[in-house]
């Protein structure tokens, strides 16, 4: 699963198929995790963890070819509907971190949560290594060669499964499978999904191209948030439901659920916006843009250890939380002044760190702190619970992010007209010279256009530079807030020291 997140390729396949939809790759990928990650947490409760593992690795093999093979965008985007519609982005990641929870005792949880979290940075720091290599010389055939092998990984972690894993039945495993079915919260998944959909297809559409004032962006914003609403209501009235009311008998795993979903809302600020940053003002390599942000998972990695033994040793959480939000707190604020201060490019080879530390620190505390929080009969709704909120963060973030980045953008044709009039074009050429800047992006030569001299391409290279400038500083500054926010949050966990105890919650014998 790690080696599959390198989605800085969405960028590469928008420039092969000339579309503006790239966004929609990340998009139904964290809703499908949001949406079908409860789901899963349930039935597998109910029938097993086993089939859950092959069945979604089987529909991230088939997404994987579709998208290999794919000729057009839409197609694209169905390979990754088809990879993300089961939640395999993030639900079966949240099956992982309980299997491997509830076998061992409690106190080594954090030490388990390291490890699974280190093989998941590997498998970052390997796609993302990959994926710049593939692409490098700009061929189409790169990102198809990526998913050819990211299909052949998801099929042998499904062959591994059928093979390996063949944990015991429990007693609630055994049940008639109608009753099974009636336990499934039906209403709650269903609010929840059209809620994230509609919340996202709002934002997505906001200045772009929609103003909010259109019935396109206010209409889906709206209804979504009635939905929200009502969702709210129907857990309130039922206590063993989507959101089951044993998970929030103390305020412990709701602040853990806040901060998991601050982190998402971080974490695809740095996984999309680095890279895309990085080939907008300084890499025409495309093999440096991911190397730029896979610096950042080494440092993760040892971020990872460090926390697991930290938390080990001293079995305290709180601290270490309010830290590694403050570091990615820390990464915003560098990115937002790198963005307009430093025109070599050279902060990106650094920052990623920052971020890789914050991000290995944080899963690693919170999804331990919510594992131990709960009652032991909940820890794999607990634990896919996190990661459907952390999801839930990404969607959002990458909505959010979407709309103050167009904020800025959106200007761009304006900006580019207005700097080059001011320097003498004739009007005649606005047209040309703006839709030469704004599909070429091409701030080192002077284009062939009626009118245009050096003077004025330098003035319509700076524009479209500080619009872009403009649009990621709306990204860094967004995201600051939200972790900040966060990090204050933070400060009201507590401890559960006396959790960290050699029980063992679902002993294999």
Wanted: proline residues 5%; neutral net charge; aromatic residues 14%.
């Amino acid at each position: 699963m790690g080696f599959f997140r390198g989605l800085w390729q969405a960028q590469i396949i928008g420039r092969t198929f000339n579309s503006s939809d790239t966004g929609w790759v990340t998009g139904v990928l964290v809703i499908g995790g949001v949406t079908l990650g409860p789901i899963v947490s349930q039935g597998a409760d109910l029938w097993g963890r086993k089939w859950f593992f092959v069945v979604l690795s089987g529909f991230g093999f088939v997404g994987s070819v579709i998208v290999a093979r794919a000729q057009n965008m839409p197609t694209v985007l169905g390979g990754f509907t088809i990879i993300g519609l089961p939640g395999l982005a993030f639900g079966a990641q949240g099956l992982v971190h309980a299997v491997s929870g509830e076998v061992i005792p409690r106190r080594w949880r954090s030490w388990d949560q390291a490890a699974a979290l280190v093989s998941t940075e590997l498998g970052l720091v390997t796609g993302l290594i990959v994926a710049g290599g593939l692409n490098r010389t700009g061929s189409p055939d790169g990102f198809r060669n990526f998913y050819y092998i990211t299909a052949a990984l998801f099929f042998t972690a499904g062959l591994l499964c059928v093979l390996t894993y063949n944990p015991p039945a429990t007693q609630r495993q055994l049940e008639n499978i109608d009753s099974a079915i009636k336990r499934l919260d039906w209403i709650g998944f269903g609010l929840l999904a059209s809620c994230v959909v509609l919340f996202s297809i709002a934002l997505n559409w906001s200045h772009n191209p929609y103003s909010w004032d259109d019935p396109h962006v206010s209409v889906p914003f709206s209804i979504s948030v009635l939905l929200a609403i009502l969702l709210v209501l129907h857990g309130r009235r039922k206590p063993d439901v989507l959101f089951h009311h044993g998970l929030f008998q103390e305020r412990m795993f709701p602040i853990c659920l806040v901060c998991i979903f601050v982190e998402g809302f971080s974490f695809y600020a740095a996984n999309v916006y680095v890279p895309y940053q990085a080939t907008t003002f300084y890499d025409h390599d495309f093999l440096f843009p991911p190397l730029r942000l896979a610096v950042g998972f080494p440092a993760a990695m040892v971020a990872s250890i460090v926390t697991g033994l930290y938390c080990f040793l001293t079995k305290r959480v709180r601290w270490a939380t309010f830290s590694a939000l403050v570091i990615f707190v820390s990464f915003f604020a560098g990115m937002a002044a790198a963005v307009r201060l430093d025109d070599s490019g050279s902060a990106l080879w650094g920052l990623p760190v920052l971020f890789g530390w914050a991000f290995g620190m944080v899963l690693v505390i919170l999804v331990t702190a919510a594992q131990l929080c709960v009652p032991p009969a909940l820890i794999t709704i607990s634990s896919c619970l996190v990661v459907a909120a952390r999801a839930l963060g990404g969607t959002v973030g990458f909505s959010v992010y979407h709309a103050v980045f167009q904020s800025a953008v959106s200007h761009l044709d304006n900006n580019i007209a207005e700097a080059a009039l001011a320097k003498g074009l004739p009007p005649a050429s606005v047209s040309k010279v703006v839709e030469y800047y704004r599909v070429a992006r091409n701030t080192s030569t002077v284009p062939d256009i009626p009118g245009v001299n050096s003077v004025i391409a330098e003035a319509a290279a700076v524009a479209l530079k500080k619009t872009y400038q403009s649009g990621f500083y709306n990204v860094w500054v967004t995201g600051a807030a939200f972790a900040s926010a966060a990090a204050i949050i933070s400060i009201f966990m507590y401890d559960p020291s006396s959790e960290f105890t050699l029980h063992i919650d679902a002993p294999i014998e």
